[in-house]
């Protein structure tokens, strides 16, 4: 079955400084949803890419789906500590299924 | 409100009794999921509705595990003969269209459930 591997699992960063979160599928992907948690809450919609090249921005974050559509990346600019949480990757675990997948989460802290 | 709702929001059992969790997704939308979330990891596919019909229960750990949405709407998670470790933060979802990669999910706060 498909699976989504994120890295790094955890990141701490000073306020100010830009990062990069990678989730890599063990197949095609056939689109990718980016979420973010915070501590004892539901998962928050960032944005969606569909399109292999595919590169999208909200803010100071931008994702970006591989041309082989088998790893994104989703990159904070100046990183804040509004910022912080867990970041989490999500697919169809294949096309024409229901069954919705999630990565292994990247836990992010921001030094103020 | 416009968001999901899920009830409790901290449920405590103790080994062995059932227990039963809501979820209110937003009105009019066609999908609904729940998910499954343990302490540090992702969180876990257990079921899929499409309106009232369970299109996939493949995540449903044993048959202790039950869910149901009879009218299409609102959407019950029932764990009977609870063990510790279905202890973990139970979350639904719900989308406005039938298939996933066409709108996205939006989740509620979820149940936290600690079986004692």
């Known amino acids: ?112 | 409100g416009a968001g999901v709702s899920q009830s409790p929001r901290y449920k405590v059992a103790k080994r062995g009794q059932d227990v039963a969790l809501r979820c209110d997704p937003i009105s009019g939308h066609v999908s609904l999921f729940w998910y499954q979330q343990a302490l540090g990891q992702g969180p876990e596919f257990l079921t899929y509705f499409q309106n009232e019909a369970q299109l996939d229960k493949s995540g449903l750990p044993s048959d202790r595990f039950f869910a149901e949405r009879p009218e299409g709407s609102v959407s019950t998670l029932k764990i009977q003969r609870t063990q510790q470790e279905d202890s973990a933060v139970y979350l639904c979802a719900s989308s406005l269209m039938a298939r996933t990669m066409e709108s996205p999910l939006h989740f509620g706060n979820g149940t936290r459930l600690t079986v004692t």
């Open chain 1, 1 to 112: 079955s498909q699976e989504l591997e994120q890295s790094p699992q955890s990141l701490i960063v000073q306020e100010g400084k830009n990062l990069t979160i990678n989730c890599t599928s063990s197949k095609t992907l056939y689109g990718l949803y980016w979420y973010k948690q915070k501590y004892g809450e539901g998962l928050i919609f960032l944005m969606m890419l569909q399109k292999g090249g595919e590169e999208k921005s909200h803010e100071k974050i931008t994702a970006k789906l591989d041309e082989k559509k088998q790893q994104s990346s989703l990159h904070i600019t100046a990183s804040q500590p509004s910022h912080a949480g867990i970041y989490l990757c999500g697919a169809d675990s294949a096309s024409g299924t229901y069954k919705y997948i999630f990565g292994t989460g990247t836990r992010l802290k921001v030094l103020a």
